[in-house]
Nanobody, 122 residues
């Protein structure tokens, strides 16, 4: 079983930046497909970004393209989400996820972190 621990959330003004980290541990092989999801107040959880560990290929939700960047550090078993030009509508709990699947145009995951709060003030 893999464990995912997020960090880096907080309060930031609109237009600012934050970087989230997700450290993976507890399994001898690496999940090939990892990513980030978020759940805003009164909203359903939604996909944000994903990365293939082996190739480094990435995918993003339309709402964050050009503002967010997902990356990985193989030596640290860690993925990151660099969030720039943040907007109040980015306010949410952000979840790191592993073992992503992509079915019928939707992303989902089998393993989840505990979440980290990101709040963007206007």
């Amino acid at each position: 079983q893999v464990q995912l621990v997020e960090s880096g959330g907080g309060l930031v003004q609109a237009g600012g930046s934050l970087r989230l980290s997700c450290a993976a541990s507890g399994r001898t092989f690496r999940s090939d497909f990892m990513g980030w999801f978020r759940q805003g107040p009164g909203k359903e959880r939604e996909f944000v970004a994903a990365i293939r560990w082996g190739t480094g290929s990435t995918a993003y939700a339309d709402s964050v393209k050009g503002r967010f960047t997902i990356s990985r550090d193989s030596a640290k078993n860690t993925i990151y989400l660099q969030m720039d030009s943040l907007k109040p509508e980015d306010t949410a709990v952000y979840y790191c996820a592993a073992d992503l699947v992509y079915n019928s145009g939707e992303y989902d995951a089998r393993t989840w972190g505990q979440g980290t709060q990101v709040t963007v003030s206007s």
